[in-house]
């Protein structure tokens, strides 16, 4: 090719390369001029009268979240609205200064102030979700370059109460522990960041935060039974000194939780100046042995299984020895039936019981009462405890699980495992929530009680519940008894291992009531308490102050006045009228009678009278055949005939 040739190539060329920058620039000016049109035209309403627009910055900050409730509507946690404080480096004129000046009031050393003052940045956080005296002093200062934004902040207006149940949220209003982490995708808002506009001075002057909603939670805990079972718990940790301690309640039919105390607990408004020991929720992390508490899940086993008759009868002479390891009991109990034994909690007669069952079936109810598994509550941190297999058992595995010893379970395992007795034999699953809700109040989810499978008889469980009316009446549960009403329970002293070696004690006590109707069952855990040990000495009486506040709080009575007789003594009727004995009076049974009729039969013996309700009276304390001191205070509980 010649040069002439080349010339014209050239030439081509730089035309082509004309065109297309032309093409750049006018496609470059159009969308400059459709910018144009979307800032002044379109965003008119929003950016009228907006100074000269300096950044844009997206940043994680969450909005929102949903509310906890207890099962009556009682607000348990909230979000309220916080102001969070940034500062724009870029605008702050006397970076020594501002820093003297925050450093006192938000607690802070003034050279990390400065080191984030001294950030080549438009946007840094100096502190987030203020108290509202530290926000209004820095308003105060109107320090350039230092602005608020305003955040949500959670918060429980109930202080402790039910913190171990709660958890809590961070500063990012994530959850951290309990039902806060547990339902944190329920809980928290659907838009997690957001985008900003800053002015120029720096200032947040619009952005598209969405105002959605978290979920609201509706648990199945009720306020004042909270209250309650964390003040009777605070008040026998402090008397004995006590580790550490549990109380629960549930709803035997429906296995709903109604309270979950824990002690020590913590304030979830303030919940970084507690020890991460305190966050723990012991009612369900936490494991031991239940000691003679579990002798209910032995005879329960023998009795279905046909291997004993509540006539039975076994010798006890205060010891029993298997591969020269003896186990004792407190005293020699000589000739007792199989009532009597867990009546009296004889660790002899529950062993010589369990000795007739075979491993494998004995291993199989254990199971079946749900020892060994977890009980799939909503809430993290569940324990399932230990439970070795038959295969590696030793001939002393039996005696020892016959009375509690040689596996753990947590709390919540051992009073789901009460259920079946207080619920013709039905094992229930807990639950802690009711519901799931949008701030509509639109029904989310529900959480419906469920019956996880039928451990033992209908018949066995009424079997067992008259025996551990004894054990209130008459047995080592007589501090648990409560006048007036049918009580059925058993007492626990299980020891703990330390070091190797068993030295410290728990103290327990499980109960349900009315026994003819059981509508709570009531668990007492009381960890190493001093002086005293045994579970009927510091645990029964707990239980009593509790059942006694909660049965007048929810109107609990017995649907009769039936009590059990004790093993070797006759049972004592009741008296239409009072007649003295040793300077005591045996109060009449007032059961069917009218308001006025009632009036009438007590106004006429020295006693106090304090009527409930209205119509036919269906309870009293104390009840009918009661021996009372001049003067008593009598309680009758009325309710309208059907």
Not at 51 to 73: C, F, L, Q, S
Not at 245 to 263: C, H, N, S
Not at 278 to 290: L, V, Y
Not at 397 to 420: H, K, N
């Amino acid at each position: 090719m010649g040069l002439l040739g080349v010339d014209r190539l050239l030439k081509k060329d730089h035309k082509i390369r004309i065109f297309l920058f032309t093409i750049i620039l006018i496609i470059s000016f159009m969308g400059l001029i459709i910018r144009l049109y979307y800032i002044q035209i379109s965003q008119n309403g929003k950016m009228k009268g907006l100074p000269i627009i300096n950044h844009m910055k997206r940043e994680e900050v969450e909005v929102e979240r949903g509310t906890i409730y207890d099962r009556k509507g009682r607000t348990l946690a909230v979000s309220i609205e916080v102001k969070s404080l940034y500062a724009n480096p870029l605008h702050v004129e006397d970076v020594e200064y501002t820093a003297s000046k925050l450093s006192p009031i938000l607690d802070m050393k003034k050279e990390d102030i400065i080191s984030k003052l001294n950030k080549d940045c438009c946007f840094v956080w100096l502190k987030r979700k203020l108290p509202k005296k530290e926000a209004m002093a820095i308003e105060r200062l109107d320090l350039p370059g230092i602005h608020f934004i305003e955040e949500y902040k959670r918060f429980y207006p109930k202080g402790r109460l039910a913190s171990n149940i709660l958890g809590f949220a961070g500063m990012d209003n994530r959850g951290l522990e309990g039902i806060e982490l547990s339902f944190d995708e329920y809980l928290k808002s659907k838009g997690e960041s957001f985008q900003f506009i800053m002015d120029g001075t720096g200032k947040v002057i619009y952005n598209d935060i969405p105002k959605t909603k978290g979920y609201e939670i509706v648990l199945t805990i009720d306020e004042v039974i909270q209250h309650i079972a964390e003040s009777e718990l605070e008040k026998v940790c402090t008397r004995y000194e006590a580790k550490n301690g549990i109380v629960l309640v549930m709803d035997p039919k429906t296995g709903e939780m109604l309270a979950m105390a824990v002690y020590p607990n913590f304030n979830p408004n303030n919940f970084s100046r507690y020890s991460q020991s305190r966050f723990r929720n012991r009612a369900i992390s936490d494991t031991f042995e239940p000691g003679s508490t579990f002798k209910i899940i032995t005879g329960a086993a023998a009795l279905q299984e046909g291997v004993v008759k509540s006539k039975d009868t076994f010798y006890c002479d205060g010891n029993i020895k298997i591969s020269k390891h003896k186990t004792s009991c407190i005293v020699k109990h000589k000739d007792l039936t199989f009532s009597e034994i867990i009546e009296k909690s004889c660790n002899v007669g529950a062993i010589k019981t369990a000795l007739r069952l075979k491993p494998n079936t004995f291993y199989g109810y254990i199971k079946r009462f749900g020892f060994g598994n977890l009980t799939g509550i909503d809430l993290p941190g569940e324990g399932k405890g230990i439970l070795r297999k038959p295969g590696k058992w030793s001939r002393l595995s039996i005696p020892s699980l016959a009375i509690g010893q040689e596996l753990s379970v947590s709390a919540l395992q051992l009073i789901t495992a009460i259920t079946p007795f207080a619920n013709e034999g039905r094992l229930i699953k807990p639950l802690i929530v009711k519901y799931i809700r949008d701030s509509d109040g639109n029904i989310i989810k529900r959480f419906n009680p469920t019956c996880v499978r039928q451990v033992i008889s209908p018949e066995v469980a009424l079997e067992i519940t008259r025996i551990l009316e004894k054990a209130v009446r008459y047995g080592t549960g007589k501090n648990a008894y409560i006048p007036g009403l049918r009580v059925a329970g058993k007492t626990g002293t299980a020891q703990k291992a330390v070091g190797g070696k068993y030295s410290e004690f728990i103290s327990l006590f499980v109960g349900y009531l009315p026994a003819d109707n059981p509508k709570v069952i009531i668990l007492v855990v009381v960890d190493e308490p001093k002086g005293e040990h045994l579970g009927g000495v510091v645990a029964s009486p707990v239980f009593k102050k509790i059942a006694e506040r909660i049965s007048a709080y929810l109107g609990i009575f017995s649907q009769s006045n039936f009590q059990p007789s004790p093993s070797k003594e006759p049972l004592q009727t009741s008296y239409r009228r009072t007649h003295p004995i040793n300077n005591k009076l045996s109060i009449p049974d007032l059961q069917g009678t009218t308001m006025r009729e009632a009036y009438r039969i007590l106004s006429r013996h020295r006693v106090k009278m304090e009527f409930i309700g209205s119509g036919i009276a269906v309870s009293q304390f104390p009840i009918g055949g009661e021996k009372i001191r001049p003067n008593t205070k009598v309680k009758v509980f009325f309710k309208p005939p059907n």
